[in-house]
């Protein structure tokens, strides 16, 4: 079965510095990553997903993220954090065999902006 | 589009109260899915469709049912509400499979915030 995990419960960032988050997964086959964001009240938007091909994957809002199967990881980044991306951030691992429907998501990384 | 609609917004229930979350969506969107968000445990599977007239169960299936009778609409019926069920619950949907990769895109709607007491 399908597992993700997010190590971080909060990160605190200055605007403009960089920002990494983590997502790690646990498959036995080829997993299919996605990561989402989720702003205060709000559902959630895929930013990137990641299915096959090159390893680093480009999202919407200057975010992308980086696939190594030998680390098992998935993490997201982003050059330079404006004070909008604060937000809470999802990993999901789907499996092609359900039609990506059982999408397992991680616990979420709650991304906090300083000035 | 209007996406994926849900109602109500807010919802307050008594221990043992029945009622129904609605979710609608205007894309002609074969799959559909219910999922509870909780703090610190993500968002968990309830059931999905994969089209009209088929529903599976996910991760947290017990206390729910669904029906997809048309391909618009996938409601979440909760018989006897109980204070575990509180939550906020997230309707999702997606093209399918026979769009190709490039419609594996979930859209999710708003969310229902649900109190049990």
């Known amino acids: 079965a399908q597992s993700v995990t997010q190590p971080d419960i909060h990160i605190t960032v200055s605007e403009g510095a960089s920002l990494e988050l983590r997502c790690n997964y646990s498959?036995?086959?080829?997993?299919?990553l996605f990561w989402y964001v989720q702003s205060p009240g709000q559902g959630l938007q895929l930013l990137l997903k990641?299915?096959?091909?090159?390893?680093l994957v480009q999202g919407i809002k200057g975010f992308e993220a980086e696939f190594k199967r030998s680390q098992s990881s998935f993490n997201l980044r982003k050059p330079s954090v404006h004070w909008s991306d604060a937000a809470e951030y999802f990993c999901?691992?789907?499996?092609?065999?359900?039609?990506?429907?059982?999408?397992?998501f991680g616990t979420g990384t709650r991304l906090l902006v300083s000035p | 589009n209007a996406g994926v609609t849900q109602t109500p917004k807010f919802q307050v229930l008594k221990t043992g109260q029945s009622m129904t979350l609605q979710c609608a969506q205007d894309?002609?969107?074969?799959?559909m899915s219910w999922y509870r968000q909780d703090p610190g445990m993500g968002l968990r599977l309830i059931h999905y469709?994969?089209?009209?007239?088929?529903?599976d169960q996910g991760e947290v299936p017990n206390g729910y049912n669904v029906s997809r009778s048309t391909t618009e609409d996938f409601p979440l019926r909760l018989l006897s509400a109980a204070p575990s069920q509180t939550s906020v619950y997230f309707c999702?949907?997606?093209?399918?499979?026979?769009?190709?990769?490039?419609?594996?895109?979930?859209?999710f709607g708003p969310g229902t915030r649900l109190t049990v007491l």
């Open positions: 469709s994969v089209g009209a007239g088929i529903t």
């Open positions: 999901a691992v789907g499996a092609i065999e359900t039609g990506f429907q059982k999408l397992v």
């Open positions: 894309m002609n969107h074969e799959y």
């Open positions: 990641y299915f096959s091909g090159d390893t």
């Open positions: 999702a949907s997606r093209l399918g499979l026979a769009g190709g990769r490039g419609t594996d895109t979930q859209y």
């Open positions: 498959y036995g086959a080829t997993p299919y």
